[in-house]
């Protein structure tokens, strides 16, 4: 289906907001695996461009940032260090939404499909509680749910091209609950 540009807050045909891109940044694999720090600055420069225009611009940054850098630090664990990550950042009203196009191996895109499955269950809260807690081994898993239940995250995985999957993260950091 063909996607129709339409105006900021609009809604496309498939019932999906319409969210207006903001800005990417896209890096080689190999060079972003190596140094931890990149998944610092990486998250840290998108959270500044991104929150100039926010009720209260440093606490949308603090809480950006740190939400897109545990996304990042999943992505810094893969396996495949051939390709390219793509960080995309898109708004609609007072949800930020994350694209990451991360390249994986099968296994990693099983790992990605069950993890957000599991997040977005009914039980989601109590597996971050138990994961923290020490009752449950850790896993990267806890990631994604402390994303889910601290942030209000909504997460998916989608296709991409290649050997690489689309992790998208709604992030509602500027209404209520946060």
Known sequence: MEQVRMPMGSVHLTGEPNFEPMIQIDMEMKAFVSAWRHCDYVSTYMARMISQNRSDSVRHSNLFSSAFNELLEVAFRTRQAEGELACRVSRHGATDRIELTIPCVPEERQFYEEAVAQVTGSEAR????????????PSREVVLLE??????????????????IKLVADLPLEGPQN
């Not at 109590?126 to 081994?137: H, M, Q």
């Not at 601290?150 to 690489?164: F, H, N, P």
């Open 126 to 137: 109590e597996r971050y509680i138990n994961s923290v807690s020490g009752d449950i081994a």
């Open 147 to 164: 994303l889910a239940v601290d942030y209000g995250a909504t997460l998916r995985v989608e296709e991409a091209d290649g050997d690489a």
